[in-house]
């Protein structure tokens, strides 16, 4: 967690990342339950140039406090949150 106490949430918005999915995350803060919200701090980056490392799989890409969670979806992404929060 940051130093606010939130869990930080970054999306890439990369062109490959928006092009394999991305799009569909554009609206996250829509879809965290309402219990979590104030949890959770958001930020949209242009580019976490992830997609250059095939470490990680496949585009695209989000981090939960440093995390990376590739083939990212609005579902994993919300588990992720619950995992981080609920232990």
């Not at 991305?22 to 609206?27: E, G, M, N, T, V």
């Not at 949209?44 to 590739?70: Q, R, W």
């Not at 609005?74 to 992720?80: D, F, L, P």
């Amino acid at each position: 967690m940051e130093e606010s106490g939130k869990i930080s949430l970054e999306l890439c918005f990369g062109t490959t990342c928006f092009v394999m999915g991305a799009s569909k995350l554009q609206d996250i803060e829509s879809f965290i339950p309402p219990q979590y919200k104030n949890k959770v701090d958001v930020k949209a980056h242009t580019c976490l140039d992830l997609c250059k490392n095939s470490t990680y799989m496949k585009a695209p890409f989000v981090k939960i406090d440093g995390e990376i969670i590739s083939e990212a979806t609005v579902e994993k992404v919300i588990q992720a949150i619950e995992r981080k929060i609920n232990g």
